[in-house]
T-cell receptor
Framework: GEDVEQSLFLSVREGDSSVINCTYT??????LYWYKQEPGAGLQLLTY?????DMKQDQRLTVLLNKKDKHLSLRIADTQTGDSAIYFC???????????FGAGTRLFVKA | NAGVTQTPKFRVLKTGQSMTLLCAQD?????MYWYRQDPGMGLRLIHY???????AKGEVPDGYNVSRLKKQNFLLGLESAAPSQTSVYFC?????????????FGPGTRLTVL
């Protein structure tokens, strides 16, 4: 996962917005993903963005993609305690069937 | 549908012992993966399979072997466990749709090697 970089921790207050940032390396990646891992569980796909898009919005989630800088971000509006989890950024490689994961950002939400 | 299941959930081994982790999926997916998750390092790919009877090495394959004799099962073997293999192991499966590849993960196996 060293080719996909993200900060390890983020702490926010309930009701605030959370922004999790990620940088990736492969400019040919066609899809970029955000996975969520809740305590004691496996990863689950949260959202994704196709490389020809700059932004994708899905309810409280906004994904921004800057291909020039190879920068991806995930914004969670009105963050709730139930959003506390580890969020993994991931990029597709080798025609799509390989996925490279970042180290994960642990989001703490304070009540 | 059960999705992706893994057995066992927890295991403690002594150095040099062997064990097999079993992954099963009921989604008829072609692709299956084994990852290990270590603190601060995210997920690292150990081995993967693009179909029944095929396997390939990932990023960290040393000390592990795999087999995919049936499409729905992917086995990960440790022949002689070492403390460095203490980790949480995740299995995943997917069905590649052109280049879109959502992976479905099992709940993980926590392995401790003493």
């Amino acid at each position: 996962g060293e080719d996909v970089e993200q900060s390890l921790f983020l702490s926010v207050r309930e009701g605030d917005s959370s922004v999790i940032n990620c940088t990736y390396t492969d400019s040919s990646s066609t899809y970029l993903y955000w996975y969520k891992q809740e305590p004691g569980a496996g990863l689950q796909l949260l959202t994704y963005i196709f490389s020809n898009m700059d932004m994708k919005q899905d309810q409280r989630l906004t994904v921004l993609l800057n291909k020039k800088d190879k920068h991806l971000s995930l914004r969670i509006a009105d963050t709730q305690t139930g959003d506390s989890a580890i969020y993994f950024c991931a990029e597709s490689r080798d025609g799509g069937f390989k996925t490279i994961f970042g180290a994960g950002t642990r989001l703490f939400v304070k009540a | 549908n059960a999705g992706v299941t893994q057995t066992p959930k927890f295991r403690v081994l002594k150095t040099g012992q062997s064990m097999t982790l079993l992954c099963a999926q009921d989604m008829n997916h072609e692709y299956m993966y084994w990852y290990r998750q270590d603190p601060g390092m995210g997920l690292r790919l150990i081995h993967y399979s693009v179909g029944e009877g095929t396997t390939a090495k990932g990023e960290v394959p040393d000390g592990y072997n795999v087999s995919r004799l049936k499409k729905q099962n992917f086995l990960l073997g440790l022949e002689s466990a070492a403390p460095s293999q203490t980790s949480v192991y995740f299995c995943a499966s997917s069905q590649l749709d052109r280049v879109y590849n959502e992976q479905f993960f099992g709940p993980g196996t926590r392995l401790t090697v003493l």
